[in-house]
Structure formats: C-alpha cells, structure tokens
C-alpha cells in the first residue's frame, strides 16, 4: 500500500474546497439557465443570455484546470493506494473526459448563439446543454466527494 505525502492533505482540502465553489457556480449557473425565455416571435432575454455565456466562459477557464489538478494531486496518489480505489480512479478519469467533451459541445452551442439562423433553436439548445451539463457536473462532484471522502 502506497503511503500519502504530508502535501497530499493540503492537497485534498484545495480539491474539496473547488468542488464547494464549482457547485456554487453551478448553482447560479443552473439560475442564470433558467431565466433564459426565448419565444417563437424569437424575442429573448438578452441579459440572460450574457449572464449564461459568462458562466460558460468561467466552467471553460476553469474546469479543465481543476480536473488536472485533481488527477494530478488526488486521484494518481489515491490509486496507489488500493487496486478498487485504483478501479475508481479510472471511472472518474473517464468521467472527465466525458465531461470535458460535453463541456466543448456546449461552448460551441454558446459559439453559435452570435450566427444562429434560428434563434429560438440555437437559444433552446444552448439552454438544454447547459442544464444537461450542470447536472453531469454536480452529480460527478457528489460522486468524488462521496467516494473519496476520507481523501478530501
């Protein structure tokens, strides 16, 4: 069994600490989402808009960042520790791959609102995509939170 550094704690608190302001974001995020209105006649609520793409911006500047940091500081110790944790660590790499790909899909949806031919379409996608991704996001940070409590 792998012994973890004196840093590896530090390092955990920081990875614990991101997670509780990532779900704050996507608490407002999700917020910002929902006062997204589009209507046929493709009148919609700007403001909204802007404040969904802000926070769209700010999950692509950071997130990346944090999933690096946590492989690289959390998950590649804790793997070492056990072979099942070693089995959840992979799972949670995968997942941020996953993440990472919906992450993209969803800013080139974000992209598209300034060309769209079709307003209400592109608004309604872009809305959908990023509910779809708050939710994936928050449940994974549940998971990890969960699953590697006695790390962070």
């Not at 802007?50 to 997130?63: H, I, W």
Request: glycine fraction near 4%.
């Amino acid at each position: 069994m792998a012994t973890l550094s004196p840093v590896f704690s530090a390092d955990g608190k920081r990875i614990h600490s991101e997670h509780q302001i990532l779900l704050n974001d996507l608490a407002q995020f999700e917020r910002a989402l929902d006062s997204v209105d589009c209507y046929s006649e493709v009148f919609a609520n700007l403001a909204a808009i802007k404040e969904v793409a802000r926070f769209g911006r700010r999950l692509n500047e950071q997130l990346p960042e944090h999933f690096t940091r946590e492989e690289e500081k959390v998950l590649v110790p804790v793997a070492q520790v056990s072979p099942e944790l070693g089995d959840l660590v992979q799972e949670l790499k995968r997942e941020h791959q996953e993440l990472r790909a919906r992450l993209a899909v969803f800013s080139l949806a974000l992209q598209e609102l300034e060309s769209a031919g079709d307003l209400y379409d592109a608004i309604w996608q872009a809305k959908e995509l990023g509910k779809e991704l708050t939710r994936e996001i928050t449940r994974h940070v549940a998971l990890e939170e969960s699953e590697l409590e006695g790390f962070l």
